[in-house]
């Protein structure tokens, strides 16, 4: 027998004792008929949850949701884009009935799959979403931005700022934006220079680049990123230049003496109030919350030991403010 | 790969004049670029020895990595396995540093990592005589799914812990040169050590018998064996050693870059790039050099174009390190040729 | 060696000799992977998961039932035009390692085509997206062999390189010229139009006539391989450039010719994600698909047909994972192991040694 075709029946017979042994359980899951007083909850994410950022919030977001209700609850990391429909599919066959989307980059996927499991909830994070089934979070982007512009403008002695970021989503653009208007509100000769990352998650990219603004001479860092934050706090911390931190973590333990402040999007926080609108029944479809300042899910993180309390009170000043409608700080 | 050269008709007698156009087009930018704010701005970057030293400290896994490459390819052994070396090398150098308190544990585990990821590139390609990319397509995939693991089953979630590193060791005098000093002589000691590592390959495989031995296995695997030489013996050989020295860039990727830490996929492809140098480089280790130096210079450049605010999207800019390599590639490199016997086993008189 | 073979025929050594055969060519490729399984299963029990219910997972999610087989076909399709064109240009002897960046152009004309020009007439639309993509994936692959053809630039660093400007473009697109915009105004390109994604095969499943382009153009391939002196050109070249030179053939024409047919597959591979079901361009939509393909064509030897099966047991590896991670509760980590070492034991079994001793098993009488 020649080689390839001992290959191929090689092959052959791996599939079909795969199928074989796949159908032998088929285990008909009886689609959602449970008792209405618990739920199943799934989450999806692209990255994975050991990252220090996004997606370990979103992984924290269902454990605090299964603390809080004990529902059962799964998840699936690093997720390809070929996948996503197929894996929520998956959760939604065995009856989960919330199945949280974490990222823009699930809106097609959503759609491909919500009209087949009309008893099950999607919500997508970070995205404005439409479907009877569907619902969308979005954080007020730009706020955080300001006020830790702000500090900035307030901490920095050269006047030079730099922020690394990771890539040029609005998502995070809002901020940057933000960021120097706060800055010049408080420091008209700031100069303030964001540099992008291209990743997420890349720690040596992440680490050239800070260097890089290092090397520029900026006396203040302000690191947005997810798995980067950390070792570029720790060579910020060793340049002995201040490092403002977001935007999911609370970094103060990292540093407190490198620390100004962390920027903080509250995502476990946004889990939880999507569980408690399940729990109260009152999650309904095509519905995007928006969540910020006011709802508590967007703030500042604790103040680093070095930070004068004149620019703490300067910033909180200016939250208060911004909360009572009395400072526009340009995001609607 | 196996092609002999100039197999394929190009100009050559134009190499001159490119030379010379080159020359004169860098000398009229320069001049028009002075005259410029973003000329200006780039001529201050290129001024600048920290861009040197970026440039060198990015270089410097790449380096290791292709070093190593470079062993066991001229054997006649292809290594695009560099990025499992590389990676798995990085997990090993993070966790033994950290656990055993010093980079240097970091280090030795890194090398002994590598060198057992190219035993099973060596028993895979040359024992089993399966497909040398095979392997490595293989191997790299094992070391992602492997590290991912270790990292997930040793560390906990939402805990950052940073290992031990190198520590920067300035040279006594040469360190207080004007631009020198900043740019090549204060850097992390895994530097030098790599540095060092291009004359000392260069010795062995041009000034020693072993050297001749592994090349002309690369070259000459028939003719080697009818010598009496062992052809496999010594591919085993290149293979572990390439093992060793590439997975020793793990740790420069480590602690060479400052992170001291590591995470899923850290290597993110660069093993791809150190492969592309060992051919860049043209099969010889200071070549290597000048293949990883000149993508950590475009690297550097461009991270730090970014950072003094060129109104130039950054997705762009990130091509750049990879365009100036491309071009490098195409306007220097004529008909570069590996190793005759790259990329094919050998199989002893009477062996099926 | 087991020399067994010139024992006396005694009755135990004919009935050894008649068992051997079945025992060689099905027993060694199964201890591979029974090997493979069986330290999959003790990791996970090393980490306290359940291996039949993670096994019975992986099963039922790559190909137990209608929905995960058309999951697993549809995730095979990309893989199998990757392949085939990686099959086909290494058997030249020239090594596209692009597959990837040549996937990314193709999704990015495909979307753009895709996502304008409304009012063409649907099929000729789909046609035109599809053309535009195969044509991307060629030119993005001729650029290497153009400079390997006449400036000797080694086109494996050449299209490695390559694979990073593609990527990057794809990421700068999508977050500038071609992003959608809109209440979301996330880095995401703008989708393609609705009559312009290829049909559906199976209802509740993503499963689109890209199959059909996918086992079209393995058929072709086939063909154009064994029954066409271009075919036989591209042997030639591959195995014996010089002897090709004598025999009249022009390599280098030869060269370019399957870099842009392998290309142009790649391109279809892009195509058939954005169009089959994807809809958007999103940046990292297919980051592994094409280094994976090369795994898949080496496996297979280059042989279109195997290539085929090949790919599908990446994608029902690749399914199966899903399943494993979202029913048997799997770290994905760990899901990553247990697919690496299914590939190993393949690997293993399908190397050339292994195949020669297993010949040597079903004894040298058997032709």
Redo the contacts between chains.
């Keep these: 027998m020649k080689p390839s075709k001992l290959f191929a029946l090689f092959m052959i017979g791996v599939i079909a004792a795969v199928a074989l042994f796949g159908c032998a359980p088929a285990a008909t899951q009886a689609p959602a008929t449970q008792a209405p007083a618990t739920h199943k909850v799934a989450m999806i994410t692209s990255g994975s949850t050991n990252d220090m950022g996004w997606n370990y919030n979103a992984l924290q977001g269902i454990q605090q949701i299964k603390d809080k209700y004990g529902w059962e609850i799964a998840y699936t990391e690093n997720a390809k884009p070929a996948d996503q429909a197929n894996i929520m599919r998956q959760y939604a066959q065995q009856g989960y009935d919330l199945i949280f989307a974490h990222g823009f980059e699930y809106g097609e996927a959503i759609l491909a799959v919500n009209k087949d499991f009309p008893n099950t909830m999607f919500a997508q994070i970070n995205a404005t979403t439409e479907g009877d089934n569907v619902v969308g979070t979005n954080f007020r982007f730009g706020e955080l931005g300001y006020f830790t512009g702000m500090a900035a403008g307030l901490m920095t002695k050269n006047n030079k700022i730099g922020i690394v970021a990771a890539v040029d989503a609005p998502q995070v653009t809002a901020d940057t934006d933000t960021m120097k208007t706060g800055a010049l509100s408080v420091n008209p000769n700031a100069d303030v220079s964001v540099s992008f990352v291209g990743d997420w998650a890349d720690l040596v990219k992440g680490q050239q680049v800070t260097q890089a603004q290092i090397d520029r001479g900026v006396d203040i860092l302000i690191i947005m990123g997810n798995d980067f934050t950390p070792p570029a706090i720790e060579l910020a911390k060793a340049k002995g230049i201040k490092v403002i931190a977001g935007w999911t973590i609370e970094a103060y333990p990292l540093a407190p003496e490198t620390i100004i402040v962390s920027a903080i999007q509250d995502v476990p926080g946004v889990y939880v109030g999507i569980a408690d609108q399940l729990a109260a029944g009152t999650l309904k479809g095509n519905t995007t919350s928006v969540f910020g300042f006011a709802e508590g899910k967007q703030y500042l993180g604790k103040w680093g030991d070095t930070v004068p309390q004149e620019v703490k009170d300067k910033v909180n000043q200016a939250v208060q403010d911004y909360l009572a409608g009395k400072l526009d700080i340009g995001v609607k | 790969m196996t092609r002999p050269p100039g197999f394929y008709a190009a100009g050559r007698p134009r190499a001159r004049l490119v030379w010379a156009g080159a020359g004169l087009a860098g000398a009229l930018g320069l001049l028009l670029a002075w005259q410029t704010e973003l000329g200006r701005g780039i001529l201050t970057i290129l001024a600048a020895p920290e861009f040197v030293r970026a440039a060198l400290i990015a270089a410097t896994p790449l380096l290791l990595a292709a070093l190593g490459g470079l062993i066991s390819e001229l054997s006649g052994v292809l290594n695009m396995a560099l990025e499992s070396m590389m990676l798995l090398g990085a997990f090993a150098a993070y966790t033994a540093s950290d656990y055993g308190h010093t980079p240097w544990a970091g280090l030795a585990a890194a090398g002994v990592v590598g060198l057992l990821v190219g035993l099973l590139h060596a028993y895979f390609t040359i024992t089993l005589r399966a497909n040398q990319i095979v392997s490595a397509v293989a191997l790299n995939l094992f070391a992602l799914a492997a590290t991912a693991l270790g990292f997930r089953l040793i560390y906990t979630r939402g805990v950052f812990i940073t290992a031990p590193g190198f520590a920067e060791l300035r040279l006594p005098v040469l360190s207080d040169l004007p631009y020198l000093g900043k740019a090549l002589f204060s850097h992390n000691i895994l530097i030098y050590l790599a540095l060092l590592l291009i004359p000392v390959m260069w010795f062995i495989l041009y000034r020693t018998a072993w050297g001749l031995t592994l090349r002309s296995v690369g070259e000459h695997p028939e003719a080697a064996s009818t010598v009496g030489i062992n052809v496999n013996r010594v591919r085993y050989l290149a293979v572990l050693l390439s093992g060793a020295v590439a997975g020793m860039s793990g740790s420069a990727l480590v602690s060479a870059t400052n992170i001291n830490a590591f995470q899923e996929n850290l290597s993110a492809g660069r093993g791809f790039i150190a492969f592309a140098a060992v051919i860049f480089g043209r099969w010889n280790p200071i070549g290597v050099f000048f293949g990883a130096f000149l993508f950590g210079l475009g690297d550097a450049f461009q991270i730090r174009l970014q950072a003094y605010g060129v109104g130039v999207p950054y997705q762009l800019l990130l091509m750049l390190p990879y365009v100036i390599t491309l071009i490098a590639l195409v306007v220097f490199m004529r008909h570069a040729r590996g190793p005759a016997a790259s990329g094919t086993p050998f199989a002893e008189e009477g062996e099926a | 060696m087991p020399d067994s073979v010139h024992d006396q025929p005694t009755a135990r050594a004919r009935i050894w000799s008649w068992m051997k055969q079945p025992l060689a060519?099905?027993g060694l490729?199964l201890l591979a992977?029974v090997a493979a399984i069986l330290l999959g299963s003790i990791m996970m029990l090393l980490?306290g998961h359940d291996p039949l219910k993670a096994?019975?997972a992986?099963?039922?999610?790559?190909?137990?039932?209608l929905?995960?087989?058309s999951?697993t076909l549809k995730?095979a399709i990309?893989l199998l035009l990757c392949g085939l064109g990686i099959a086909f240009s290494f058997q030249a002897?020239a090594?596209n390692i692009g597959a990837v960046g040549q996937m990314y152009l193709g999704a990015l004309a495909a979307v753009i085509v895709g996502g304008q020009f409304a009012g063409l007439p649907a099929p000729l639309h789909m046609t035109l997206a599809t053309l535009a993509a195969l044509l991307a994936g060629g030119l993005w692959a001729l650029a290497p062999a153009l400079?390997?053809?006449?400036?000797?630039?080694?086109e494996?660093?050449?299209t490695?390189?390559?694979n990073?400007?593609g990527i990057?473009?794809v990421?700068?697109m999508v977050?500038?010229p071609i992003k959608a915009g809109g209440?979301?105004?996330?880095?995401?390109s703008w989708?393609v139009l609705e009559d312009v994604m290829y049909p559906r095969l199976i209802p509740?499943t993503?499963l689109h006539i890209g199959l059909f382009i996918a086992l079209t153009a393995m058929v072709a391939l086939y063909l154009v391989m064994r029954y066409t002196t271009l075919g036989q050109r591209v042997r030639v070249v591959g195995q014996n450039?010089?002897a090709a030179r004598h025999a009249g053939i022009r390599?280098?024409r030869v060269?370019l010719l399957t870099f842009f047919v392998s290309g142009s597959l790649a391109g279809l591979a892009g195509a058939s994600?954005i169009l089959g079901?994807?809809?958007?361009l999103?940046?990292?939509?297919?980051?592994?698909?094409g280094?994976?393909a090369?795994?898949v064509a080496?496996?297979?030897?280059f042989?279109p047909?195997?290539v085929g099966?090949?790919a599908?047991?990446f994608a029902?590896l690749?399914?199966?994972a899903?399943?494993m991670?979202?029913?048997a509760?799997l770290?994905?980590?760990?899901v990553?192991?247990i697919?690496?070492l299914a590939?190993?034991a393949?690997?293993?079994?399908?190397?050339?040694?292994?195949?020669?001793l297993?010949?040597?098993l079903?004894g040298e009488e058997?032709p």
């Design positions: 060519s099905v490729p992977i980490m096994y019975a992986l099963g039922r999610g790559s190909f137990g039932n929905g995960a087989t999951e995730s990309p002897g090594f400079f390997k053809v006449y400036a000797g630039a080694n494996i660093i050449s490695i390189l390559l990073y400007v990057y473009l990421d700068y977050a500038g209440a979301n105004n996330a880095p995401i989708p509740r993503q450039p010089v390599a280098d060269f994600e079901y994807q809809v958007r999103i940046s990292g939509f297919a980051t592994t698909t280094y994976d090369i795994a080496l496996l297979a030897g042989q047909f195997l099966l090949a599908l047991f029902g690749q399914t199966g899903v399943a991670e979202a029913i509760k770290p994905s980590q760990l990553g192991m697919r690496v590939i190993l393949v690997l293993a079994a399908s190397s050339p040694r292994i195949l020669a297993v010949r040597r079903q058997q």
